[in-house]
């Protein structure tokens, strides 16, 4: 007779449904494999990308940005406004004398004239025969007028000034420099060679040398005949860096003199205007 072992419950339910145990464990071994799968790291462009883009400007940086663009454009203005005076700090001081007597002698010649123009106003109001005042104040300015269009000789103290130009050197700006020049120091004729220098005058530079004015070709030596106070055209032309100094630097001569009288004799034909007609009535 064989006695047969005890029976283990627990023996005897561990081999049952293998199969199920065995699929239940495989499943988060597989989600952790998953979920352990490394992302692919970023190219050197995505970077950069990612750390330029969006911006991260805090507020001090745009308060900091704000102040550097303020005292760029401070400085700019700085430096221009002394590279405009950098001629007149470099200036002697008798030369920076000479051009304020100048200034205050136009504003007196200015002065001057408004006074006139008063007192012809005041004729005009009491005079007991005002046609007769106003006919001879016409003639007058008829007169004046014909000086500035170029149309009637005038004759006066003034400077005359001979540029020499063997080298060729001096351009039609140059001479319309010494023009200008002449002009706000008072000059009321101005004549070169024998070309009337009026308000409506142009300078080009002419084919083969030399310089045309108003379409009429002159050669060196350039002889200006100016009409107005000596005392204010000539420093006019002889400040720093001024007609005279340019010329020179172009390796041409300039000679200024005055005179007791000079005859300005060149006449232009007096135009009619084709469109321009008197507003007064």
Do not use: C
Request: glycine share 8%.
């Amino acid at each position: 007779m064989v006695a047969q072992a005890p029976q283990n419950p627990e023996a005897t339910q561990a081999p049952q449904n293998p199969q199920v145990s065995t699929g239940r464990s495989a499943r988060p071994e597989e989600a952790s494999a998953e979920d352990d799968t490394p992302e692919p790291s970023p190219t050197g462009r995505q970077r950069l990308a990612q750390s330029l883009w969006p911006p991260r400007v805090s507020r001090a940086q745009l308060i900091v940005a704000l102040l550097l663009f303020v005292l760029g454009l401070g400085l700019a203005i700085q430096v221009r406004s002394n590279s405009d005076n950098s001629a007149l700090r470099g200036a002697r001081q008798e030369d920076l004398v000479r051009i304020l007597d100048e200034l205050d002698d136009r504003t007196q010649r200015l002065e001057e004239e408004k006074q006139r123009l008063e007192d012809q106003r005041t004729e005009l109001e009491t005079s007991s025969d005002q046609a007769e005042e106003a006919r001879k104040q016409t003639v007058e300015k008829e007169r004046q007028l014909g000086i500035l269009a170029g149309t009637v000789a005038a004759q006066g103290p003034g400077i005359t000034l001979t540029i020499g130009d063997e080298k060729g050197t001096v351009e039609a700006d140059m001479l319309l420099d010494a023009i200008q020049e002449l002009r706000a120091a008072g000059a009321e004729a101005i004549q070169i060679n024998d070309v009337r220098v009026v308000a409506g005058t142009y300078l080009a530079d002419a084919d083969g040398g030399g310089v045309s004015v108003d379409g009429n070709k002159i050669s060196q030596p350039y002889r200006f005949k100016v009409i107005g106070k000596p005392q204010d055209l000539e420093p006019a032309l002889n400040i720093p860096g001024g007609v005279v100094q340019t010329l020179e630097k172009e390796q041409a001569t300039a000679t200024v003199a005055r005179a007791g009288k000079i005859v300005v004799d060149a006449l232009r034909p007096a135009k009619q205007p084709d469109y321009a007609r008197s507003s007064s009535r």
